[in-house]
């Protein structure tokens, strides 16, 4: 299993990104999917997850309004469009995959997530 995150850079205050992440090896409709993020010295925090069908979706509180996550199964990919980034959105951001939580679930944590992508960076100047 092999997912691969794509998209990060660096980016004004008030700018957008959006992140990719494919994934291959794997019966991508048969995993919920997440993004988490991480800065050096802090734990990694959940940024969102969608459901198996792409039909509901849950944020943490500090992004929640600004970013979305969606996903197509058909080519094996999960997004995370980012808009008004903020200095505090500087992170490198990762892709997860988890097969056995229920989907009403939708963990937010990392340790329900099987799978991971190496990271994406995204910076956000002030």
């Known amino acids: 299993v092999q997912l691969q995150a794509s998209g990060g850079g660096l980016v004004e205050a008030g700018g957008s990104l959006r992140l990719s992440c494919a994934g291959s090896?794997?019966?991508?409709?048969?995993?919920?999917m997440g993004w988490f993020r991480q800065t050096p010295g802090k734990e990694r925090e959940f940024v969102g997850s969608?459901?198996?069908?792409?039909?509901?979706?849950k944020y943490g509180d500090s992004v929640a309004g600004r970013f979305t996550i969606s996903r197509e199964n058909a080519k094996s990919s999960v997004y995370l469009q980012t808009n008004n980034l903020k200095p505090e959105d500087t992170a490198v951001y990762y892709c997860?995959?988890?097969?056995?939580?229920?989907?009403?679930?939708?963990?937010?944590?990392?340790?329900?997530?099987?799978?991971w992508g190496q990271g994406t960076l995204v910076t956000v100047s002030s």
């Open positions: 969608i459901s198996r069908t792409g039909g509901s979706s």
């Open positions: 090896g794997l019966t991508f409709v048969k995993y919920i």
């Open positions: 997860a995959a988890d097969r056995k939580s229920p989907s009403t679930s939708m963990s937010t944590s990392e340790v329900d997530y099987n799978f």
